[in-house]
Nanobody
Framework: QVQLVESGGGSVQPGGSLRLSCVASGYTYSRTFMAWFRQAPGKEREVVAG????????YYADSVKGRFTISRDGDRKTMYLQMDTLKPEDTAMYYC????????????????????WGQGTQVTVSS
């Protein structure tokens, strides 16, 4: 059974930084695509960034380009989201998601394409 567990959320002042982690277990697929989504109160869930474990391409939402960095560790079972220069509008519950192989260039923004989801970690940016 695949499990995704997020951690690293918290409260930070505007301009601050946080690093989120997502640990995957139970995965039997050698090729996976993982992504971070977020959902603010009263808003729809939106994709933040996505990364392969078999392709160097990385995708970012325009709202976080230049401020957030997604990465995966050597064994590809842990994904990170380094969030710098945080803004109040980054406040949301952040979710980790994972899907199978293939090309994700056209589908990485689509929630229904992902098979597995974590429970989320809260990020609050406030002065």
């Amino acid at each position: 059974q695949v499990q995704l567990v997020e951690s690293g959320g918290g409260s930070v002042q505007p301009g601050g930084s946080l690093r989120l982690s997502c640990v995957a277990s139970g995965y039997t697929y050698s090729r996976t695509f993982m992504a971070w989504f977020r959902q603010a109160p009263g808003k729809e869930r939106e994709v933040v960034a996505g990364i392969y474990n078999y392709d160097p391409l990385i995708y970012y939402a325009d709202s976080v380009k230049g401020r957030f960095t997604i990465s995966r560790d050597g064994d590809r079972k842990t994904m990170y989201l380094q969030m710098d220069t945080l803004k109040p509008e980054d406040t949301a519950m952040y979710y980790c998601a994972a899907g199978d192989g293939g090309s994700w260039s056209e589908r990485w923004k689509t929630e229904n394409e992902y098979k597995y989801w974590g429970q989320g970690t809260q990020v609050t940016v406030s002065s």
